[in-house]
Structure formats: structure tokens, C-alpha cells
């Protein structure tokens, strides 16, 4: 690896959950850094429907998403909590869960429901 002005570099890697990284240059090693990763997300919407899968290394069965909507104060406020399912995923009718009208909702992923990793939220919106 080549070195840029002032020493700087760079690469890309995909980490397993809690890999830990040292950085060594001759006889000097840098302090342990580990590295927390985040569960990857994703949401699709058809006929009336939205789901939610979430792939993890671990099983977030049982575990929950929050589904939340944008306040007219630009603020996201939790709406329902949607219980995951054997496959880390949830079907579900968001207009059961909204008012009447346009609504800006997420569907947020907390890090204590991730446990190992950091939280997420992916978004949508509905109109009506």
C-alpha cells in the first residue's frame, strides 16, 4: 500500500461484528480499535403494505422496529412497535397505524434492540 501526502491511506473492508483493529508501523502498534457493525435494513412497499427485513448476523426474533411519522413540528414520533419475526421481518398495513392525509413515516431500529451493531432506520412516505 502507497502512502498519500503526509502520510494518509485509505481502503474499504466489510467487518464482522466486533472485529478489532491495530494499526503497526515498524516496532510501534497503535491501541486496539473495535469495530461495531450495523445490521443492514431494507423496506419495500406493494398493495397497501410495507415490509421490513433486516439482515443480521444474529437473530433479532422477538426483537422490534418502531414505526414513527413526522410530526408538523419536525419531530418523529413512535406510532407502534412491530414486533420481528423468525426471519428478522415484518408485513404490516402502515395506514392502520396513520391519520388521515400525507404522512412522512420511518421505521427506526434502536440500538438496544440491535445489540451488537448501531441503530438504523430506513424511510417511506405515504400519500393518501
Known amino acids: 500500500m502507497k502512502t498519500g501526502t503526509g502520510g494518509t491511506f485509505s481502503w474499504t473492508i466489510a467487518p464482522n461484528l466486533y472485529t478489532t483493529y491495530t494499526a503497526r508501523w515498524n516496532t510501534v502498534t497503535s491501541a486496539s480499535v473495535v469495530a461495531q457493525v450495523a445490521p443492514k435494513m431494507s423496506s419495500?412497499?406493494?398493495?397497501?403494505?410495507?415490509?421490513?427485513?433486516?439482515?443480521?448476523?444474529?437473530s433479532l426474533w422477538h426483537k422490534h422496529v418502531s414505526l414513527q411519522r413526522l410530526s408538523q413540528f419536525g419531530q418523529w414520533v413512535n406510532i407502534a412497535n412491530l414486533t420481528l419475526g423468525q426471519l428478522n421481518g415484518r408485513l404490516f398495513r402502515p395506514v392502520a397505524y396513520l391519520p388521515k392525509g400525507s404522512s412522512h413515516i420511518r421505521v427506526f431500529l434502536s440500538i438496544n434492540q440491535a445489540g451488537n451493531g448501531c441503530s438504523l432506520r430506513t424511510a417511506a412516505r405515504r400519500r393518501s
Open 44 to 58: 419495500s412497499r406493494r398493495a397497501g403494505y410495507m415490509k421490513v427485513e433486516i439482515a443480521s448476523p444474529v
